[in-house]
């Protein structure tokens, strides 16, 4: 997969589970593996067939419970089941964090999604994917000058990352508020 051949590295995994059926490991692996190559429904699939094998299974359960809650018709109460498993599991876990805040932020908690995202920041400071989630929450629950003080380091430091366009749209938003107060 590191060299670019997903397809062969897909084809390895496949040849390990036929040997070892119950590997989580080798779902685990192929499941990142389409997710890679944009197939949701395939990664999906894999994640649930790990959790009929170990129903606990806190990796599968975070990335299943991302997975749900971005579908273009989430069962955002299945997300939170899986979500919440998943931190039971890792309490710590900045990803995970961001995962159940995630959850929220879709179920319109917004306190409840800025508090894990708070947690998530403890445990990856800076990180921009975190602040702007982060200050999604804080704008969702009215917290207009707090949600555009966290976003401020990244702006300032023009850091690159998937939702970097979202995210100055939102400070933009953020700002011509400040502006017309």
Known sequence: ARLGDNEKAYELFEALQA??????????ARAA???????????????????????????????LAWLIAESDEPDLGEALRLAMLAKNAYPDDSSISDTLGWVHLKRKSYSLAATQFELALNGRPGDPTLSYHYALALHGDGQLQRAKEILEPIIEKDVNFDEKDEMRALYRELSEKSASE
């Open 19 to 28: 040997k070892l059926p119950n590997s989580i490991a080798a779902r685990m």
């Open 33 to 63: 593996l389409k997710l890679v190559e944009d197939d949701d429904e395939g990664a999906v699939q894999l994640y649930q067939e790990i959790l009929e094998l170990r129903e606990d299974y806190a990796p599968a359960a975070n990335n």
